[in-house]
């Protein structure tokens, strides 16, 4: 059952679709909500009736956002229902979604509603309806590394926007530092991305598989290799002899350019990519803050490689590890000041710049880019942490409190990252004696994962004193 446009869906759900949008448009947002539901249990594929289903369902939550409605209607009947798309998942993929999406109508970050749509839009065949449900989902839990590897995958699966994907990895990357998993679902989108512009994705018409408009098979399973979840030694080897052969005739070619200096980086040939970097820095496109921030990237892998390059068995193994990580800390700095100061309104730098003050010990400094970068919606909640974390080196557990307090107010979904403050805001209040406000908080993450950290010690040792 594939997606459907406008014009593939029946005459009938054609009139109903026509009639919501009209009341929309009125500001009747109920009775349009009640039609899009509608269409879409009759064309569950039809996924710009969803997206507008689901702008109405923001809207209305966005009306009822404050005061004690809202939480009756965020948990109103939900439970039940979820169970029940859940037990019809299996034999009425096309039940369940519209189960969840009455749900949705009530509570449109339901991560378990959101969940139960993607599943049953994959057993449907959707997959760009699944990562339309999965994009939902990484807003409100920016940083699930496993939901935004599994939304950048599905976005490749489905030929979606890798953009947002590339930018949703990039994001929780610069926020948590390097990973390997996520750096290579990064490297797998992107070759993605760079396929998909270069017209190799789609056939003339937009409808047809690559494969299926290729010449010959051999060149199929060349591109679809660039594409491939894991790619094999042999693959970037081959990349890069492509690329630098199509640099060599298309030198003005920035976006070849820039990939190749992404697979210079992963083979460490660190020389080669930074004069790429240069090169394209130096050109038209030379005011990207992804450019600088690429570079970056790339200069402090070299200074982790560097690392690897050591003896392990020489006598100052330690003090060398130390003083190659104490000189990457210092690039980093500087590098990111010198970002800040060229791009003063992103407030993303200014977070970077302010976990890496964190970092090197100047929380004064740390402080003043945290309150800054909670202006940002993306990095709001992150932001808060850090500052939070920030009060309480400073011993100024009250505000350290309150702010981790608001926090986890603006944090619906107890994902990682509510645990994680959650289990912080505990600490703080270990650290001003109020033991029974502190357990009560290690007991929320206990309830809900008691392999966390460690709350299971914290949680027994407190009813063992009992």
């Given at each position: ?61 966005s009306?009822?956002?404050t ?73 409100i839990s920016?940083?699930?590394?496993a ?62 598989s ?42 003005n070619n920035?976006?070849?350019a ?80 010198r ?28 402080i ?17 942490n ?10 100024m ?7 981790f ?26 650290a001003?004696n ?14 809900m ?18």
């Amino acid at each position: 059952m594939p997606e459907k446009a406008i014009n593939e869906i029946s005459a009938d759900a054609r009139r109903l679709f026509d009639k919501a949008k009209d009341a929309a448009q009125r500001e009747n947002g109920d009775y349009a909500i009640t039609l899009y539901c509608q269409v879409l249990e009759k064309e569950p594929g039809f996924l710009e009736c969803r997206r507008l289903l689901r702008m109405e369902q923001q809207k209305k939550a966005s009306a009822t956002s404050t005061g004690f409605f809202k939480k009756m209607m965020s948990g109103a009947g939900s439970s039940p229902q979820i169970a029940k798309a859940k037990m019809t998942i299996g034999k009425n993929p096309a039940e369940a979604m519209a189960i969840a999406e009455q749900v949705l109508s009530s509570d449109p970050n339901s991560s378990a509603a959101l969940r139960i749509v993607a599943d049953a839009a994959l057993a449907l065949e959707l997959p760009q309806t699944a990562a339309f449900a999965l994009e939902t989902m990484v807003k409100i839990s920016p940083k699930d590394k496993a939901l935004v590897i599994e939304y950048s995958e599905r976005l490749a699966e489905s030929g979606g926007d890798t953009r947002s994907g590339e930018r949703a990895l990039q994001e929780l990357i610069r926020a948590s530092g390097y990973d390997g998993d996520l750096n290579q679902a990064l490297k797998n989108l992107s070759a993605r991305t760079t396929m998909d512009e270069g017209g190799y994705s789609k056939s003339e018409d937009g409808k047809g598989s690559f494969r299926n408009m290729l010449r010959n098979k051999d060149e199929a399973v060349k591109l679809e290799q660039e594409q491939r979840i894991v790619k094999t030694e042999d693959v970037t080897e081959r990349l890069m002899k492509e690329y630098e052969a199509r640099i060599r005739t298309e030198p003005n070619n920035l976006k070849i350019a820039r990939e190749l200096a992404k697979l210079y980086t992963e083979k460490n040939q660190f020389t080669e990519a930074l004069a790429l970097y240069d090169r394209i820095r130096n050109s038209d496109a030379g005011g990207d803050p992804t450019l600088d921030r690429a570079i970056a990237e790339a200069t402090g892998r070299q200074f982790d490689f560097q690392i690897t390059q050591l003896n392990p068995f020489a006598p100052d193994h330690a003090e060398q590890v130390a003083k190659i990580q104490a000189d990457k800390l210092i690039f980093q700095l500087t590098d990111c000041q010198r970002r800040a100061e060229k791009y003063p309104t992103d407030l993303a730098i200014r977070f970077e710049l302010g976990v890496l003050y964190f970092q090197a010990g100047k929380i004064s400094e740390a402080i003043a880019e945290f309150q800054k970068a909670q202006q940002n919606p993306h990095k709001r909640l992150s932001a808060m942490n850090y500052l939070a974390q920030c009060y309480a080196k400073r011993k100024m557990f009250d505000l350290a409190a309150r702010t981790f307090q608001n926090a986890i107010k603006e944090k619906p979904a107890f994902d990682t990252e509510k645990k994680d403050l959650v289990y912080n805001l505990g600490c703080v209040l270990e650290a001003m004696n109020k033991k029974e406000e502190a357990i009560e908080q290690f007991k929320l993450i206990y309830e809900m994962d008691a392999s966390y950290k460690d709350v299971t010690a914290k949680v027994e040792a407190y009813y063992a004193g009992q």
